[in-house]
């Protein structure tokens, strides 16, 4: 199985179909994503979120923020597994969701814990990380706000994000707060949209 022309391995690929199977069971109960996109689960929200780790594969400590019904953080933490190091924090107020989020976890034997606390109030309980995710939670500006006990000043952990076909728009708005230097990783799975590497943010205003 290759998903972005990465060939995944057979373990890698049966805990993904196990995560897709028990998304789709939860998605009728609670709303874990959009309905409209429910249908097409392995293309809109797993090979778009497994983007993350094939840009960044090493075994570090994530954090993902807002992780919702599972994208990217779950699937991050799923290939973490193969690598049997690294780990997500997966951080996601609603408990509905975090339960989906730990059975998930579980159930796919995935490297990965959930906090069920708001996003400004993380920090305190995880610590440093190395990098950051997040995936349709809020414009730029919002989510180097939210980064900011983790990125600020700090050279070595940085901020990968899912954003659609107005990107540039929001790095616009940004740089009006913010210094950082980018990155833009074309995606594979929609062409007008990319996910944004940031590193060394500082604060403008």
């Not at 373990?11 to 028990?22: G, I, K, M």
């Not at 983007?51 to 290939?79: C, E, K, N, Y």
């Not at 929001?170 to 990783?185: P, S």
Request: proline share 3%; hydrophobic share 40%; net charge negative.
């Amino acid at each position: 199985m290759e998903l972005n022309g990465l060939r995944v391995s057979r373990e890698t690929q049966e805990r993904l179909r196990h995560f897709a199977a028990l998304f789709q069971k939860w998605a009728k109960a609670i709303n874990l994503v959009a309905p409209s996109t429910l249908e097409d689960v392995w293309d809109r929200h797993i090979a778009d979120s497994s983007q993350i780790f094939q840009i960044h594969p090493q075994p570090i400590r994530w954090v993902d923020l807002g992780s919702g019904g599972g994208f990217p953080g779950v699937i991050t933490a799923i290939f973490l597994a193969e690598l049997q190091e690294g780990w997500v924090h997966l951080v996601e107020s609603n408990h509905k969701k975090a339960a989906f989020l730990r059975t998930a976890l579980r159930e796919t034997n995935a490297r990965g814990g959930v906090h069920i606390l708001r996003i400004e109030d993380a920090y305190p309980e995880i610590g440093e990380c190395d990098a950051i995710s997040a995936r349709a939670l809020a414009d730029l500006d919002g989510l180097l706000g939210y980064s900011v006990p983790w990125m600020l000043g700090k050279e070595n952990c940085r901020g990968f994000f899912h954003k659609g076909r107005d990107y540039l728009r929001e790095i616009d708005k940004a740089r009006g707060r913010w210094e950082f230097d980018l990155l833009e990783h074309k995606s594979a799975v929609e062409q007008e949209s990319v996910i944004l590497e940031i590193s060394n943010l500082r604060r403008l205003v």
